[in-house]
């Protein structure tokens, strides 16, 4: 049984480009949430997606956007990237609530 | 903007000693949750301690709960050198279908043989 799946596991990236990372949830799970975790810092909520859907949000401008696919995957895209956006970004999913798998999250260096 | 808190910041420890984490939260939840991550990379789900409980065991974690001061407390007895890792606590503020977890900025743990 699969856990959750991102790639890329690295990439870099120069400032003002745009990216896109994606996520395979565990089989069975339908909601997918997206962290990012600065050096040294503990993760922080980006948003959640449910049935393609974005259901909640954190404090995480517009340049930061994502999608859900009917087969429950998701991709998140960072516009016009800054060297602050540099993170491991980490995908988690679930189903109903309570209990996450997160992957082993992609490593972005923005130069 | 994270609600948590933890402590200590960082932790180093003899093998076989016994490693006690703290974790301060700001907010009502639902469940509390701790996160073991080695060298930056996934976070591996550890325990998961509801509002309503108290204490919870799993294999040599302890985790403890308490919502009246709004801390939790992880225990690893008999430390080995495989635990050295950061732990994060997490908490779930769920709301209105809406699932979203808190983490803290975490605890650096080192084993020393």
């Known amino acids: 049984d699969a856990g959750v799946t991102q790639s890329p596991t690295h990439l870099i990236k120069t400032r003002g480009q745009q990216v896109t990372l994606r996520c395979s949830p565990k089989?069975?799970?339908?909601?997918v949430s997206w962290y990012q975790q600065a050096l040294g810092q503990g993760p922080q909520f980006i948003f959640q997606?449910?049935?393609?859907?974005?259901?909640q949000r954190g404090n995480f401008p517009d340049r930061f956007s994502g999608h859900q696919f009917p087969n429950y995957s998701s991709e998140l895209n960072v516009n016009a990237l800054l060297l602050g956006d540099s993170a491991l970004y980490l995908c988690?999913?679930?189903?109903?609530?309570?209990?996450?798998?997160f992957g082993s999250g992609t490593r972005l260096t923005v130069v | 903007s994270q609600q948590g808190e933890e402590d200590p910041q960082a932790l180093s420890i003899q093998e076989g000693e016994n490693a006690t984490m703290n974790c301060s939260y700001k907010?009502?939840?639902?469940?509390l949750q701790w996160y073991r991550q080695n060298s930056g990379r996934g976070l591996v789900h550890l325990i998961l301690?509801?509002?309503?409980?108290r204490e919870k065991h799993s294999g040599r974690l302890r985790v403890t709960l308490d919502t009246s001061k709004k801390s939790s407390s992880l225990l690893i007895t008999a430390s080995r050198a495989a635990d050295t890792a950061s732990y994060f606590c997490?908490?779930?503020?769920?709301?209105?279908?809406?699932?979203?977890?808190?983490f803290g900025q975490g605890t650096r743990l080192t084993i020393n043989p």
């Open positions: 301690i509801r509002s309503n409980e």
């Open positions: 997606y449910y049935e393609e859907e974005e259901r």
């Open positions: 907010t009502s939840i639902n469940n």
């Open positions: 997490a908490t779930d503020q769920s709301s209105q279908g809406a699932q979203k977890l808190v």
């Open positions: 988690a999913s679930s189903f109903y609530t309570g209990h996450y798998t």
């Open positions: 089989s069975g799970h339908d909601t």
